[in-house]
């Protein structure tokens, strides 16, 4: 099956899942992410050979855009974990929602968000990543408004869209100055053909920033990690998903994707390292203090992706490697935890893991499952997870990084240790809480819809410690995409006696300690007040306060109500942005000045000025119309003088026709005699027509100095007659060749003639003493 056909199919299921869970079983469109997973998973063995597959497919051909797919290690490895992980969370959640009029919306939602994720990671254009990128954003933005009838649900999705879209935004722009400067959107040329070359002066910073921002934001890094925790009043198969293996991580893998070329810049390493640093202590401080089970886990995940941000900024193959290995380490045990909190809450009613305690017994395979996925994530062997830790020594040990990335390092992998002693320790093997208590009686295991994906995924956890060479090949082929370089990989779960042995007993040791006095360390962690007061989430409110203040200041500024202020604003910005812009890019010319003495040729600009003074200067309405008149007069004798004889008569003809009309309606309505604008706001008019003239003159100058193009002159003058049978080329043009144009004109000043009598009509009704509405109006009178 081609790539084009399983995003096509991933899309084309949505309003399949939408059917099915409305008239069937939800549980059914769980088959939807498994034969998804079974397309990508034929494509293995031609992908751990190093080999790609592409596929080209023509979108916008005129603007050189295209839909171009591309699988290799890294896009593959996303796509098995997108579907994969998808297949037991679509299973869990069948369970875990209650069927209401929300469960086909929720499905078909969940069903768009996979699909535009694996549209995102196996896009081989910029645009067509943006288009599943944003995609991701909306869909995201449907799950976590889950319940929208909650405050608390319909800020969060705000929050999160707002500021992905923010950062999305951002990213756009440096893909543009990305393309351009590279002379292609395809990315697999891009990393091909540009890698090494890249600039490293301010147009590399400014493409790498903007890009950045964009993951940034994605991948909520500090100081944008502040929608992720709140993202968690979402169901819980929605904030598994996310987590795990989809939207978050979607950062990460687009800094991973163009690491190969971006990482020539020399802020490269930098903005990663410092950002992921600080990413991970936010986060390990924010998990910390949490006691809900989900914000928890939340926290640990900017802790991971701080990691695995960190882990890009390092170049050296050890650090890829470490990053596609806790990559798929993240995956399995974090989706594993959540469906497992999910479970904890659908059981007890509560997420409290300071009310939580001695689960085990009632709830034994809830408890087997939760502890070998939290082994995992506390890096302790035989599990998947301790090959990823000491992965991770190993290359910063190999790059020789700094003390405090070192440092830093040990403090997030304390932190999950000390975390997964809270989920597995304290709320299946703790002393039995009140809460356990009461619900002893009704607490059980599930049912298997909602434990067998996580015990497949804390199963996968333990098989990949024990034999890595299964998972070998294709992690090889993803660490040598983000490399851009062969990678040869060894993975094994016992390496004797080693310096990342050391650092992984320090870790435990570390962990153990704070999970012993994390309810003082908690409580002092909880009195540092300003993380509340000033933290990014209310830094977040008072953006929104500013914008809000921003647009009723803005609004109250133009939206005046006032026709005047809108065509002085209208006219005054066209004329200012067009001179300056002119000016600016030099496009100004003055032509040289030809006169013949006193000839009509100087005289009559004269006239027309004298004409426009008086338009300034007139105090009443029927003074102005003739003023206006006459400048329209004057115009007319230019086309006549300057060779335009039929355009000249008809300007004549729609001036007088005009100030006849306008005369005689004026004449009837109650409009004041005198102008009643003060003589400061008629010389701002007379300024801004001033300006919007000159404006006219600069162009018209700029026009008649370019070179004529006598293409479309010849042609007029060679078909007029043979295809439209007339000699005069202004009526040819007008009733032939621009026909459709000349029958929307005719229409227009037709409609405007009847507005005219209209208006001229009903004015004169109302003053008619012998009409209805005036004598309706009488006899109102007392």
Not at 195 to 207: E, K, R, S, V, W
Not at 641 to 663: H, K, M, N, R, W
Not at 757 to 772: E, I, L, M, R, T
Request: hydrophobic share 55%; aromatic share 10%; charged share 10%.
């Amino acid at each position: 099956m081609t790539l084009s056909s399983l995003i096509f199919l991933s899309f084309l299921s949505t309003p399949i899942a939408y059917l099915v869970a409305r008239y069937w079983s939800p549980t059914i469109v769980a088959l939807v992410p498994a034969l998804l997973f079974l397309g990508f998973a034929y494509h293995i063995p031609v992908v751990t050979q190093l080999d790609v597959v592409v596929q080209h497919v023509h979108w916008i051909p005129s603007l050189g855009i295209s839909l171009s797919f591309r699988l290799d290690g890294l896009s593959l490895i996303f796509a098995l974990l997108i579907t994969g992980i998808g297949t037991a969370i679509f299973l869990y959640a069948s369970a875990y929602l209650p069927s209401n009029w929300r469960t086909p919306r929720f499905f078909a939602s969940l069903t768009v968000f996979m699909a535009s994720m694996l549209g995102a990671v196996i896009s081989d254009d910029l645009f067509g990543l943006l288009v599943f990128w944003e995609l991701t954003s909306l869909s995201s933005f449907m799950l976590i408004g889950y319940d929208p009838s909650q405050a608390k649900s319909r800020r969060s999705a705000q929050q999160g869209l707002l500021i992905t879209v923010a950062g999305g935004l951002a990213m756009l722009a440096g893909m543009v100055l990305l393309g351009n400067l590279a002379g292609t959107y395809r990315i697999s040329e891009i990393l091909t053909t540009h890698a090494g070359d890249m600039p490293t002066g301010p147009a590399g910073t400014a493409i790498l920033i903007l890009i950045a921002l964009g993951a940034f934001s994605k991948s909520a890094q500090f100081p944008l990690h502040s929608w992720l925790a709140n993202a968690m009043v979402a169901p819980t198969p929605v904030s598994a998903y996310l987590h795990s293996a989809t939207m978050v991580k979607l950062g990460v893998y687009l800094m991973a994707r163009l690491s190969p070329v971006l990482s020539d810049i020399e802020l490269w390493t930098p903005l990663l390292m410092s950002v992921g640093s600080i990413t991970m202590l936010s986060g390990a401080f924010l998990a910390l203090r949490e006691t809900d089970l989900k914000r928890i886990l939340a926290y640990t995940t900017i802790v991971s992706l701080g990691t695995l941000i960190t882990l890009i900024g390092v170049d050296h193959p050890a650090a890829a490697t470490a990053m596609v290995v806790f990559l798929v380490v993240h995956a399995l045990y974090k989706a594993c935890l959540f469906m497992i909190a999910g479970i904890i809450d659908h059981s007890t009613g509560t997420r409290d893991s300071s009310v939580l305690g001695g689960l085990a017994r009632a709830m034994p395979i809830t408890a087997t499952i939760a502890c070998i996925a939290s082994l995992s994530m506390a890096g302790l062997p035989p599990l998947f997870g301790f090959i990823g830790k000491e992965l991770i020594y190993e290359a910063a040990l190999s790059a020789q990084v700094s003390y405090i990335t070192f440092a830093v390092l040990i403090v997030a992998n304390a932190c999950m240790v000390v975390v997964a002693g809270v989920i597995a320790l304290r709320c299946f093997f703790g002393r039995s809480s009140d809460v356990s208590g009461r619900a002893a009686l009704r607490l059980h295991d599930p049912s298997i819809r909602m434990w067998i994906g996580p015990l497949v995924l804390a199963v996968l956890g333990l098989a990949f410690g024990l034999m890595p060479q299964w998972i070998q090949g294709l992690l090889a082929a993803s660490a040598t995409s983000v490399q851009g370089d062969t990678v040869a990989l060894h993975l094994s779960l016992w390496h004797g006696i080693s310096p990342m042995l050391v650092l992984s007993v320090v870790t435990l040791i570390i962990g153990f300690l704070i999970y012993l006095f994390w309810g003082r360390i908690q409580h002092r962690l909880k009195s540092f007040a300003f993380i509340d007061e000033k933290g990014p989430d209310v830094l977040y409110d008072r953006a929104l306060d500013a914008l809000a203040k921003l647009s009723n200041w803005q609004t109250g500024l133009i939206q005046t109500g006032s026709l005047r202020h809108y065509m002085a604003m209208s006219v005054g910005i066209v004329a200012t942005t067009t001179l300056i812009t002119m000016i600016v890019n030099d496009a100004l010319v003055l032509p040289t000045l030809h006169t013949n003495g006193m000839g009509i040729d100087f005289v009559l600009p004269l006239l027309l000025i004298a004409s426009t003074i008086m338009v300034l200067r007139s105090r009443g309405f029927v003074q102005g119309i003739i003023s206006v008149g006459a400048v329209g007069f004057g115009v007319a004798v230019v086309f006549l003088l300057g060779g335009a004889p039929d355009l000249a008569f008809t300007q004549f003809s729609v001036e007088a026709l005009s100030v006849v009309i306008l005369l005689a309606v004026i004449g009837h309505m109650p409009f004041r005699a005198i102008d009643p604008r003060p003589t400061r706001q008629r010389g701002r008019d007379a300024l801004i027509g001033l300006m919007f003239g000159l404006m006219f003159i600069a162009v018209m100058f700029t026009v008649v100095a370019l070179p004529f193009n006598e293409s479309l002159s010849d042609f007029f003058r060679e078909s007029s007659y043979p295809l439209a049978h007339g000699r005069n080329l202004v009526n040819v043009i007008l009733v032939d060749f621009r026909a459709l144009d000349t029958l929307g004109e005719i229409t227009v000043l037709a409609l405007a003639a009847l507005a005219a009598v209209a208006v001229f009509f009903s004015s004169n009704k109302q003053h008619d003493p012998n009409s209805g509405h005036a004598r309706a109006l009488s006899r109102k009178e007392p």
